[in-house]
């Protein structure tokens, strides 16, 4: 089965709402990745946090090894903040290989 | 900022042509990746380099040739074509030099149409 789930697959929002993101993985984890992606756009890299909480700006990126999930947190959701996020797991097998969810599609509309 | 520039943005090919799709990476960064991205799969990996002259199969590398001449470039390759292929191809290099931990900064993509 699918090594790394996202949760919901897409969101609308109002602008000023918060988000909540969710990426479980059914492997073992040696780092976890958050992605922002603009319609038709490349990747840009949020957070890499293999555990615990890190905070940038609005995002807030939470990883729990021991429950296999980690989320992402948008607070007083933008416009801007529109597009895909696609989190990414590097199992705890050695070496890197990136193993990407299908993403989560956010529309926050005005 | 790491600087990943894909060529062309665009393709159009005939099936049972051949396509090559570069990659140039100013960041000086050992490890080279090419991903596909398709809806319904998300980003799948095709191939990957550790360095100059080293190219690895990812999850998913056939049909697919990949070339790595200098740090600098990585190529991908496909000698003959399927609308199978048809998809966005993204490039990324990583920036650590054993692999493990490491952030990955990706180019702007190229939308390949294999008609």
């Known amino acids: 089965g699918q090594q790394v789930q996202q949760s919901p697959a897409s969101l609308v929002l109002q602008e000023g709402e918060n988000a909540e993101l969710q990426c479980n993985f059914s492997?073992?984890?040696?780092?976890m990745q958050w992605f922002y992606q603009r319609p038709g756009g490349s990747l840009v890299s949020l957070f890499y946090?293999?555990?615990g909480t890190k905070h940038s700006g609005r995002l807030t990126s939470t990883t729990v090894i021991k429950e296999r999930r980690s989320s992402l947190h948008i607070s007083s959701s933008q416009t801007t903040d529109s597009g895909t996020y696609l989190c990414?797991?590097?199992?705890?097998?050695?070496?890197?290989?990136?193993?990407f969810g299908k993403g989560t599609v956010l529309l926050v509309s005005p | 900022e790491a600087a990943v520039t894909q060529s062309p943005r665009n393709k159009v090919a005939v099936t049972g042509g051949k396509v090559t799709l570069s990659c140039n990476q100013t960041?000086?960064?050992?490890?080279m990746y090419w991903y596909r991205q398709d809806t319904g799969h998300g980003l799948r990996l095709i191939h990957y380099?550790?360095?100059?002259?080293?190219?690895e199969k990812g999850d998913i590398p056939d049909g697919y040739k990949a070339s790595r001449p200098s740090q600098e470039n990585f190529s991908l390759i496909l000698e003959l074509a399927t609308p199978s292929q048809t998809s966005v191809y993204f490039c990324?290099?990583?920036?650590?030099?054993?692999?493990?931990?490491?952030?990955?900064?990706f180019g702007h993509g190229t939308k390949l149409s294999v008609l």
């Open positions: 990324a290099s990583g920036d650590q030099g054993h692999f493990s931990n490491e952030r990955l900064f």
């Open positions: 946090n293999p555990s």
């Open positions: 380099s550790y360095g100059a002259g080293s190219t």
């Open positions: 492997t073992s984890l040696n780092s």
């Open positions: 960041n000086n960064h050992n490890n």
């Open positions: 990414a797991l590097e199992q705890d097998s050695g070496y890197n290989k990136l193993t």
